[in-house]
């Protein structure tokens, strides 16, 4: 074939593989490739989106692979570019999101010099990859692309790495590009092995579901809502499991796990005799929680064997496809499964009180700017349907929200649950306006995490996203200070000063507004979803009620 740079294989072989956005900052190692990106013709051409900082551009991609299931891209320059990188993909790998970083390096003969930005690549995010590689050669390029992509799908799905020096990303290649291949497919369990799940099913008094990370993709939810119609049991999500349950399925929804042992979810698994994981990650919520001293079986259902420990040791172990496993074994059950109806009537009890916990208490009659938490949680939920997505940085507002918002489609409530991730909020937001520009989108952070990467609301104004950025303002980094306080009876090292909110987002060309004695939330939040383009929503948040979230236990209604 005729000769070209290896820059042009390379965004060949990303658009055979359907690539749609490409994040980043240019800089000389990799100018070649923006190049390449903005000077083609090619209608299947990635549309490059620049950010304000190359690891805001990795929680992009990141965004971008968990609510798509195919690899985002991200391309930085060396050096910083490629350093700065390492807190999204860190955060793409623990928590199961497929993303293909790019990180330009110093041209082969100056790699073991002491030259500008000549730093160690590969072996820098290594650690926090699913593979970290250097091409030595342009005819490599399309090679190392296509074995990423393959890579970052497979199950658990991550961040792979590429470290592309100048000369190679400029150099000649000879070599046609790869084309798409087909995902590798993963089988179903033996049927005896299924026929033994069944039987366990059957046997147990009260089995509850534990769906986590991986039974939140499309297919997976849809033959687990299929399950539980014709074998209702009780459902816990964890974090990033949000969504799998539907409104038809609600009477089966016990809230959702993490952090704190002292939810109804943690009750139903302490009291259960058969605990069916589903997709579940011990990064979202380590066994030694959910799992301490019970004296009921496991069965783990996955598509990757599970990490064991002294405190998860499953009595079963089935691995492959989980929609088509959760499909074969609805098959078998002939009849409609039902309990026991004193197993049914407590937990109709336990599920009255859970859905009593969600109401904020009565407003006092003093007028105050302050917004209690669970206010802000129902306000919210009258305006958001089922078709938009939320994205919830880290701070106390994420524990409200996980315990208290409800959504009813997978994937459109996004967490960082396995690294606690400030900062991921905004740029989840940015990636989902583009992968759905006719919805509203909806971002929710604490006045501390904001900022991490508040200055991406810029790329949201360019991008003229339709973002309602909520801003939950109490001038502290309060997740970390309830906690010292509960442990130390004070706090230290979390305070910080007053940000206009307001001004902040009016500076960069956005919507500003606020929740105050004259503007109620509800108000407000009616005029920032009429408004088109992104707007932020600073509410004042009255958090004296937060050291209740790790102290509170629920009445064991099993006991």
Known sequence: MTQQTGAKALLETMMNYGVQYVFGIPGAKVDLLFEEMEQSQDPRVPKLIVARHEQNAAFMAGAVGRLTGKPGVVVVTSGPGVANLATGLVTATSEGDPVIALGGQVQRDDLSRLTHQSIPNQGILAPVTKQSIEVEDPNNLSEAFANAYQTAVSAKSGAVFISLPQDVVNGSTIRPVMQHNLAVAQGVPAKERLQQFADRIHQAKLPVILAGMRASDEPTTSALRTFLKKVPVPVVETFQGAGVISHELEQLYFGRVGLFRNQTGDILLKRSDLVITIGYDPIEYEARNWNK????????????APELSQDYQPDMVLQGDLADTLTELTDLFS????????????LAAIKAEFDQSDLPPHASSEKRAEVHPLAVVQALQKHVDDSMYVTVDVGSHYIWMARHFRSYEPRHLLFSNGMQTLGVALPWAISASLLHPDHQIVSVAGDGGFLFSGQELETAVRLQANIVQLVWVDGYYDMVRFQEQSKYGHEA?????????VKYAESFGAHGLRVDQDHDLDSILDQAFQTAGP????IPVDYSHNHELNENLLTDQFN
């Open 293 to 304: 001293n019970r004296a009921g079986a496991i069965i783990n259902l996955d598509s990757v």
């Open 535 to 538: 707007v932020i929503v600073e």
């Open 493 to 501: 090292g979390v305070a910080f000063g007053p940000v206009d909110f």
């Open 335 to 346: 009849e409609q499964y039902t309990m026991k109806d004193s197993t049914k009537e407590k």
